[in-house]
């Protein structure tokens, strides 16, 4: 079983700055992890996934993030936000073994809503 | 592309009644799933398909019901609602295999008064 945290319900950051949201995840074997954003009203969709390779990811709207092993953590990060940023912000993550049933499901955070300040 | 399509978006029920909120996807998608989202809570997995006639329990399954009779659609079925099922719901499709994005429709919010 796999669960993830997000330890920061909401942040607050002024337009153009930087912003790094973090997650953290635990689990007893390989993971692909997900990002998803969530705007007012609306459903998810996805920003970014890391499978395998470069730990380094890059998504839609100039998002990245970057995939640590050893501390089990995924961060997501922006250099420059925008307005249009403001949203929710979930991580997933789900399992990398053979599949077998019920490995298909995906386990979300419990979110982080960001608000960017003009 | 409709994608994945969830109907009502809006719905009020009176405790007791029973309802059924429809979920549809033409992408072939193998992958069904239902999630609630509460605030501070994220998204809880209710019940989950891995193809038409297979369904399973996810983890917060108690009051509701599904069958997966297609590969396009899955209805999650209220069996008695209860306040406590006042929440926004979310469909969502994956290929099948767990590298692939899930995609979801845009949501029902359900009050139960």
């Known amino acids: 079983a796999q669960s993830v945290t997000q330890l920061d319900s909401q942040v607050p950051v002024f337009e153009e700055a930087p912003v790094e949201l973090r997650c953290n995840y635990s689990s007893s074997v390989s993971v692909y992890l997900f990002w998803y954003v969530q705007y007012p009203n609306q459903g998810l969709q996805l920003l970014l996934k890391?499978?395998?390779?470069?730990?380094l990811v890059k998504g839609i709207n100039g998002f990245e993030a970057e995939f640590n092993k050893s501390q089990t953590s995924f961060h997501l990060r922006k250099p420059s936000v925008h307005i249009s940023d403001t949203a929710e912000y979930f991580c997933a993550v789900s399992d990398n073994t053979e599949t077998n049933f019920g490995n298909e499901k995906l386990t979300f955070g419990t979110g982080t809503r960001l608000t960017i300040i003009p | 592309n409709a994608g994945v399509t969830q109907t009502p978006k809006f719905q009020v029920l009176k405790t007791g009644q029973s309802m059924t909120l429809q979920c549809a996807q033409d992408?072939?998608?193998?992958?069904m799933s239902w999630y609630r989202q509460d605030p501070g809570m994220g998204l809880r997995l209710i019940h989950y398909s891995v193809g038409a006639g297979i369904t399973d329990q996810g983890e917060v399954p108690n009051g509701y019901n599904v069958s997966r009779s297609t590969t396009e659609d899955f209805p999650l079925r209220l069996l008695s609602a209860a306040p406590s099922q006042t929440s926004v719901y979310f469909c969502?499709?994956?290929?099948?295999?767990?590298?692939?994005?899930?995609?979801f429709g845009q949501g029902t919010r359900l009050t139960v008064v």
């Open positions: 969502a499709s994956r290929a099948g295999l767990m590298n692939t994005e899930a995609f």
């Open positions: 992408m072939n998608h193998e992958y």
């Open positions: 890391y499978l395998s390779g470069s730990t």
